[in-house]
């Protein structure tokens, strides 16, 4: 039905310019040869997504539709260019229209894979998932600056990378579409997408160059050309080298990204151990009510606003270990729900158990301790706190799983 519609369509256009034809000629008759539909491709395999560049070989006609088989949306022209992403065979159809009527021509046009290169398989997960999330390693010299000569080493990094660097995620798909998330991006918000083209190279890696001006891969230093070389890449290791406007070039090498739950968990314990605090320092850091309506305890105003939490609570800190220990270090004084008072320390260490969270949460964490608590001693009556949001610099906690009434949410920030 779509071909007779495109027909149509091409029709009524070829009587709109004969008309015109026939007032200035004086003729009655549109009668001519039907048109023959014909064309040849040819295939830019030098990189890919593979560009198909259609050149028109048809005759006795003067419009042309190009349909590509691929769902994109129909193109007119005599000559044209189109970028297939996936590699299958489509049926590509030109209709031409003509003083005597439309040809159609349908040709299969075979796209081939670049799945056999080794670097490209590894790069996107081919046949699996088409689809992979990489970090930067966690090892010594996940950055590092050579010479020109790509052979004198300059600089290396340290491990680890500080927070807001090493939870970096460079992203690549089947679709050569290319996303990197900064997280808390170390203050600047350079979150991006960018289409990337992969050219195959004579020893058999590859190299990646990024389709959007502002986009990098590893360090924003304006790579020229936004061309990375490939110089290792399996399924745990990726390593990418990028010249430099001065001509040194720097070196990045990346790991896959592993699962949401335990770079939640990384982020809760720095890798380590990291302190947490409420945060005193913004409006509502701690809210009470349901789980539909986390605030609905508190409807006309802010539990607390900001600043004003007692220094016996504010100054309480909560400490998170990979061993999975937790540490609550009162200062000089617990701030005690009920009588709302100051009153002894209840210092404490105790363990908990970290995975899934059983509502809305990115995790969340089970402390083992029946005298236990976060925020407020009446908090989570069953120990359950769950991770809603959590970066390298602040967390927001639930406390309650998501059937508990009420439920407490804090505002938390790295010590």
Not at 251 to 256: A, F, H, S
Not at 341 to 364: H, K, M, N, V
Not at 377 to 386: E, I, L, P, Q, S
Request: with cysteine.
């Amino acid at each position: 039905m779509r071909s007779s519609f495109r027909q149509s369509a091409l029709l009524l256009a070829l009587g709109a310019v004969a008309l015109g034809s026939c007032r200035k000629k004086e003729v009655d008759s549109l009668e001519g040869p039907v048109p023959t539909a014909t064309f040849t491709v040819a295939l830019n395999t030098t990189q890919y997504p593979v560009v198909a560049t259609f050149t028109n070989t048809s005759t006795d006609g003067f419009l042309y539709q190009w349909d590509f088989g691929d769902g994109s949306p129909l193109v007119s022209g005599r000559d044209v260019t189109h970028t297939y992403t996936l590699p299958r065979t489509y049926q590509v159809k030109l209709v031409v229209a003509g003083r005597g009527g439309t040809g159609t021509a349908p040709v299969d046009v075979t796209i081939p894979s670049i799945c056999s290169n080794a670097a490209f398989s590894a790069l996107i997960d081919c046949g699996k998932t088409n689809a992979t999330s990489w970090t930067y390693s966690d090892q010594p010299g996940a950055i590092k600056t050579f010479a020109a000569n790509g052979t004198t080493q300059l600089s290396a990094s340290a491990a680890p990378l500080p927070d807001c660097q090493g939870d970096d995620q460079f992203q690549f798909d089947q679709y050569f579409n290319y996303t990197y998330d900064g997280g808390d991006n170390c203050g600047a918000n350079l979150n991006g997408k960018s289409g990337f083209i992969f050219r195959p190279t004579a020893n058999g890696m590859g190299q990646i160059v990024l389709q959007r001006p502002k986009s990098f891969i590893g360090l924003t230093d304006s790579v020229v050309n936004k061309t990375y070389d490939i110089v290792e890449a399996t399924a745990t290791v990726l390593r990418l080298r990028g010249t430099n406007p001065n001509g040194t070039i720097t070196e990045v090498t990346l790991m896959p990204n592993p699962p949401q739950l335990v770079i939640t968990e990384r982020r809760l314990t720095g890798g380590s151990s990291r302190t947490w605090v409420l945060d005193n320092t913004v409006t509502n850091p701690i809210t009470v009510g349901t789980e539909a309506a986390p605030e609905s305890y508190y409807p006309n105003g802010p539990v607390v606003a900001a600043g004003t939490l007692p220094a016996c609570q504010a100054d309480d800190e909560y400490t998170f270990t990979s061993s999975h220990n937790f540490i609550y270090n009162a200062k000089a004084e617990t701030f005690v729900a009920g009588s709302y008072s100051c009153q002894a320390p209840r210092s404490l260490t105790t363990t908990f158990t970290f995975g899934q969270a059983s509502g809305a949460g990115q995790g969340q964490f089970v402390l083992a301790a029946p005298t236990a608590f976060i925020g407020a001693t009446d908090a989570g009556a069953d120990h359950t706190y769950r991770i809603l949001s959590i970066n390298n610099r602040t967390m927001v906690l639930r406390a309650g799983g998501p059937t508990a009434d009420p439920v407490f949410t804090f505002k938390m920030r790295v010590k």
